[in-house]
Antibody, heavy 120, light 109 residues
């Protein structure tokens, strides 16, 4: 059974940093694109970032470009999201999601999310 | 940037048909995926590549696309179908990659 378990969410001050982790099981990290999707309180889903299966291409939504970095450690079966220069607009529940394949394949599996709150 | 337009809410009585739409200028050239998100839960894939039902999704759920609109249809709606529904496309003409619609809240009266 595939599982994705996020962690690392916390309350952080504006301008601070945080690193989210997503430990996966039941599939090989390098065989699929993996993504982060966030959902601000009471709002819709917003794609944040994707790392391709080969691990050599990263993609970011405009609001996080230059501040967030997606990466992985295949030896630990873990996907990361390093978030810097956080602002109130980054407050959200952050999900990691496994693409069903690469490219246009849908997000077949999701974690339960980890909550990030940016506040002074 | 690419924008997907969804109506904020749809209300139907149990047993009726719900149609949730997702509009964009050239959506006919895109592959559309649909997700269901019940309150307090993670999203679940229901329809992929326009009209393919995901594993475990009842046959009451179907997807279609015509002109500038993709539609998620739920026949014989049940109380348990109440949720937010999001469409999604892969925007491969830019680095923005993935776009979600704003979501439609389905209420079952």
């Amino acid at each position: 059974e595939e599982q994705l378990v996020e962690s690392g969410g916390d309350l952080v001050h504006p301008g601070g940093s945080l690193r989210l982790s997503c430990v996966v099981s039941g599939f090989t990290l390098s065989a699929y694109d993996l993504s982060w999707v966030r959902q601000a309180p009471g709002k819709g889903l917003e794609w944040v970032s994707t790392l391709n299966g080969r691990g050599d291409r990263t993609f970011y939504a405009d609001p996080v470009k230059g501040r967030f970095t997606i990466s992985r450690d295949t030896s630990k079966n873990t996907l990361y999201l390093q978030m810097n220069s956080l602002g109130a607009e980054d407050t959200a529940l952050y999900y990691c999601a496994k693409n069903q394949g690469s490219g246009s394949y849908p997000f077949a599996s999701w974690g339960q999310g980890t909550r990030v709150t940016v506040s002074s | 940037s690419y924008v997907l337009s969804q109506s904020p809410s749809v209300s139907v009585a149990p047993g009726e048909t719900a149609r949730i739409t997702c509009g964009a200028g050239n959506i006919r050239t895109k592959s559309v995926h649909w997700y269901q998100q019940k309150s307090g839960q993670a999203p679940v894939l229901v329809i992929y590549y326009d009209d393919h039902r995901a594993s475990g999704i009842p046959e009451r759920f179907s997807g279609s696309k015509s002109g500038n609109t993709a539609t998620l249809t739920i026949d014989a709606v049940e109380a348990g179908d109440a949720a937010d529904y999001y469409c999604q496309v892969w925007e491969d003409t830019s680095d923005h990659l993935w776009v979600f619609g704003g979501g439609t809240k389905l209420s079952v009266l």
